[in-house]
């Protein structure tokens, strides 16, 4: 057979880092802060609402496409409950559409949105399935790059930049607050001056806010509340991280009518319907109390300065993130021979052998290689036990 068996465009994206390295923890027993999945699962109460929706026989045939109105209700419910101060809210009948996860939203989004030839801006780093789903659509992705600052120790945006990377082609910016991998929680001041590009040139924004609930500094704002950006935004959450239960697939979409009847279009020809018992057992997570994000958050916020205290005490320049699951560091600092001249995939790979510990090289998640080259990624969401011996394994460096 003369032709390749993968498609030319998503060749280039290969298997993902991911798979590398998890299989490199497993073979060389290290600790695995290179995913982003918790090592514990999420509440009882809502275990135990997905075993009563199997045993009562809810969701296990399909369930409806859009997703089953008892979780579509919960998400119109959650977006007023957090949001509705500002003037945010949805119709669950006809403004939320449930999907397998946010991989499926973003996917189904970018299907649906944009014609080969259509440019997409996106912050970079940026998640790696963001440029193989613009890649599936026929897409141009056109990334704007978040800076680190070392005298910081955070990364920001330059506005100039990204409105100057908006052309004629532009059509829309696919954003993503809070920030993985970067950790950066974008202001209200950026946040309206985005909204303000967007409408000034017409452009629609999907919005990924996965991390919606894990902010440890800042606020998370919508950017659906802005002025003029409810009928031109695609807002995408999920269960996953929120709950803790990566495994299930949940996600969500928020959007004006049109839009998600665009959306749905194309999601129903990726899994047609997914999570039916989950689905149940997902509504009834969202009504839990305050008090559960507020520890989530909080429990989060003592992980992250446990991991970063440690990569700190190792010799890594430490960008101390908003929020999110992840730690972007800098291996420089450890010098030319530790840091792999600053190749950031030498690093990781080397550093299960060398302490034990297994990272992802943050370049992967750069068109730019050499701007992400020297720095890589750990997740904190593991438990505290976990993550105090990956900090003393990591003082062997």
Known sequence: MDRPLLNRRLAEFGTTIFAEMSALAVRTGSINLGQGFPDTDGPDEVREAAVRALRDGRGNQYPPGPGVPELRAAVAAHQQRFYGHRG???????????????????????????????????????????????AMAGARRIPVTLRPDASTGSYGLDLDELRDAVTDDTRLILLNTPHNPTGTVL??????????????????????????????????????????????????????????????????????????????????????????????????????????????????????????????????????????????????????????????????????????????????FYDHKDRGAPYVRFAFCKQEEVLREAAARLQKL
């Open 88 to 134: 945010l809210s949805y119709d669950p009948d006809t403004e939320v559409l449930i999907t397998a996860g946010a991989t499926e939203a973003l996917a189904a989004s970018l299907l649906a949105l944009l014609e080969p030839g259509d440019e997409v801006i996106a912050l970079e780093p940026y998640y790696d399935s963001y440029a193989a789903c613009i």
């Open 187 to 364: 202001t209200r001041d950026e946040l309206a001056a985005i909204a303000e590009l967007a409408v000034e040139r017409n452009l629609l924004v999907i919005t990924d806010e996965v991390y919606e609930h894990l902010v440890f500094e800042g606020e998370h704002i919508p950017l659906a509340s802005f002025p003029g950006m409810r009928d031109r935004t695609v807002t995408i959450s999920s269960a996953g991280k929120t709950f803790s239960f990566t495994g299930w697939k949940v996600g969500w979409v928020t959007a004006t009518p049109d839009l998600i009847g665009a959306v749905r279009s194309a999601k129903q020809f990726l899994t047609y319907v997914s999570a039916g018992p989950f689905q149940y057992a997902v509504a009834e997570a969202l009504a839990l109390p305050d008090t559960y994000y507020t520890a989530l958050r909080d429990g989060l916020r003592a992980k992250r300065d446990i991991l970063a205290a440690g990569l700190t005490s190792a010799g890594f320049q430490v960008f101390r993130p908003s929020g999110t699951y992840f730690i972007t560091t800098d291996i420089r600092p450890l010098g030319a021979a530790l840091s792999q001249e600053g190749d950031g995939f030498a690093f990781c790979r080397a550093l299960p052998e060398r302490a034990g510990v297994v990272a992802i090289p943050n370049a992967v």
